[in-house]
């Protein structure tokens, strides 16, 4: 009975949950932090302040970079340009604490 129930947990949060950084992206914007630097240099920023960071990706002036764990997405973050430089944009698809994101406030105010 208790295999079976936890089997059926895990199956239930793991449809909730995105597991691609395309799937992150389609979910709500939780979190918005802007700055003054340009997006490529608060993105590069955020990449090296976080060690579970993938890889830095780009297309044209948006930058973006997600976090894993266990070899599992769990957070994106997009760096868009504005008028005054940029803004990061978080998003996990889960309800999870904001862990990291005094990182990002962090790059944005260096």
Request: one cysteine or more; charged letters at 20%.
């Given at each position: 009975?208790?295999?079976?129930?936890?089997?059926?947990?895990?199956?239930?949060?793991?449809?909730?949950?995105?597991?691609?950084?395309?799937?992150?992206?389609?979910?709500?914007?939780e979190?918005?932090?802007?700055?003054?630097?340009?997006?490529?240099?608060f993105?590069?920023?955020?990449?090296?302040?976080?060690p579970?960071?993938?890889?830095?990706?780009?297309?044209?002036?948006h930058?973006?970079?997600?976090?894993?764990?266990?070899?599992?997405?769990?957070?994106?973050?997009?760096?868009?340009?504005?008028?005054?430089?940029?803004?990061?944009?978080?998003?996990?698809?889960?309800?999870?604490?904001?862990?990291?994101?005094?990182?990002?406030?962090?790059?944005?105010?260096?």
């Amino acid at each position: 009975m208790l295999k079976s129930l936890a089997c059926v947990s895990a199956a239930l949060l793991g449809a909730c949950a995105p597991v691609s950084s395309t799937g992150i992206y389609r979910t709500s914007v939780e979190l918005t932090i802007a700055s003054e630097k340009s997006p490529r240099e608060f993105a590069m920023c955020v990449a090296d302040a976080f060690p579970d960071a993938g890889r830095l990706l780009n297309e044209g002036e948006h930058y973006w970079l997600t976090r894993q764990h266990g070899g599992a997405t769990f957070e994106r973050w997009d760096f868009t340009p504005t008028l005054t430089g940029s803004i990061a944009e978080r998003r996990s698809g889960q309800i999870v604490g904001r862990a990291g994101s005094g990182r990002v406030r962090e790059c944005a105010a260096r």
